[in-house]
């Protein structure tokens, strides 16, 4: 492998990131959140987190350089996320990388913030076997994939609504929890009983995997109108609980049925925010052991957004000989396939 200097940036959501690699060695990585600029509004405002990101990203850089002990000139090539995710914020990362890369006349890659979330396991756990069963679970997606190599990755199953963390943060905002959600509901399920509510599996009539976390958010509302005035801070717990029992069980259902399909699989990864969740990598790590396979999840600071599985995504793209161009743009959606098909501009 190469000793390539990458310099990496996230912008998709309310995280600015960047970090330094010399080649897979991680030399720095820096996020600066953005959460309570958005924490009153209990979710993103779009226009505020792209606005923040001009005013952060060029700090996060400078001191993602500092630590790598680099000046920008050491740079040798620029990764950074052009989907998915909110426009605004994906097209301050993809200027100001395009901006960075023209003027030190270095190569750019653009990477798909999935298929980042989903390689991230690598940053902490790099000989987790192939072919693995990967999920990325965040605020944005649900995803299940089967991975037989970082260039040959297949979807199995995703959301047909919401995300699983926007569920979270959906539940948070309902009780006034602030955001993001997910950590306070997680803390809170630990007091509840999980069994205080029965909340249904769903299940998708095509036999899919995909799954479904709109009817779990009305089953919560209904339980809330129904307890009216009486929503103590035990009401809460309970509720919290049966929710984090319902998320795993969905889940694992999935990841159950997965296995079977798929039974040469030798590992589970998780990844993306809600893998931050201990109770889930718990319920996950045990299924695998009853499975007889791995399971693997990073640090959560490379769980939730972050520039560091940025440059790992780019790394095999770049010695592969792919880069792209000044004509590359932001888009909302998410695109990805095997590094063969998606060599665009060489
Ligand atoms: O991956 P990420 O940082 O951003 C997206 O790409 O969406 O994920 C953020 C999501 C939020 O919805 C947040 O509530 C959720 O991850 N999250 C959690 C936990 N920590 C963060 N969900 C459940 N349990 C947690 N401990
Ligand atoms: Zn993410």
Not at 83 to 90: E, K, M, V, Y
Not at 267 to 287: K, S, Y
Not at 288 to 306: H, I, R, S, Y
């Amino acid at each position: 492998m190469s000793n390539l200097r990458i310099l990496a940036i996230e912008t998709s959501c309310d995280d600015s990131g960047a970090a330094c690699f010399a080649g897979s060695k991680l030399l720095s990585n820096v996020v600066a959140s953005q959460h309570k600029d958005h924490a009153p509004w209990s979710g993103v405002v779009p226009e505020v987190a792209s606005r923040r990101h001009l005013d952060n990203l060029p700090l996060v850089v400078d001191r993602a350089l500092e630590q790598a002990g680099w000046q920008a000139g050491d740079i040798e090539a620029i990764a950074v996320t052009n989907r998915p995710g909110l426009l605004g914020s994906l097209l301050v990362g993809v200027a100001y990388a395009k901006g960075l890369a023209f003027s030190l006349g270095i190569p750019l890659l653009a990477v798909d913030h999935i298929e980042a979330h989903l390689l991230s396991v690598d940053l902490d756990c790099p000989d987790t076997p192939y072919p693995r069963l990967g999920w990325v679970v965040s605020g944005g997606h649900s995803h299940l994939y089967l991975v037989n190599s970082p260039a040959d990755i297949k979807l199995l199953a995703k959301t047909r609504d919401d995300a699983a963390g926007e569920a979270y943060d959906k539940l948070a905002k309902r009780l006034g929890l602030g955001y993001p959600g997910g950590p306070v509901v997680e803390k809170l399920s630990r007091e509840g009983n999980p069994d205080a509510f029965k909340f249904a599996l769903p299940r998708m009539s095509d036999g899919s995997l995909d799954l479904s976390f709109s009817g779990l958010k009305t089953e919560v509302m209904r339980a809330l109108k129904k307890a009216g005035d009486q929503v103590d801070e035990s009401l809460q717990k309970d509720l919290c609980a049966a929710f984090q029992k319902a998320v795993e069980r969905q889940i694992l259902h999935r990841t159950e049925k997965a296995l079977q399909n798929h039974p040469g699989v030798k590992a589970i990864t998780l990844a993306g925010g809600v893998a931050c969740n201990q109770g889930l990598r718990r319920a996950v790590a045990e299924l695998a052991e009853k499975q007889g396979v791995l399971m693997a999840a990073p640090a959560p600071k490379f769980c939730t957004d972050n520039a560091a599985m940025i440059g790992l995504a780019a790394l095999p793209r770049f010695e592969a000989g792919q880069r792209d161009d000044m004509t590359l743009d932001a888009s909302a959606s998410h695109t990805f396939a095997g590094y063969r098909k998606a060599a665009r501009h060489r």
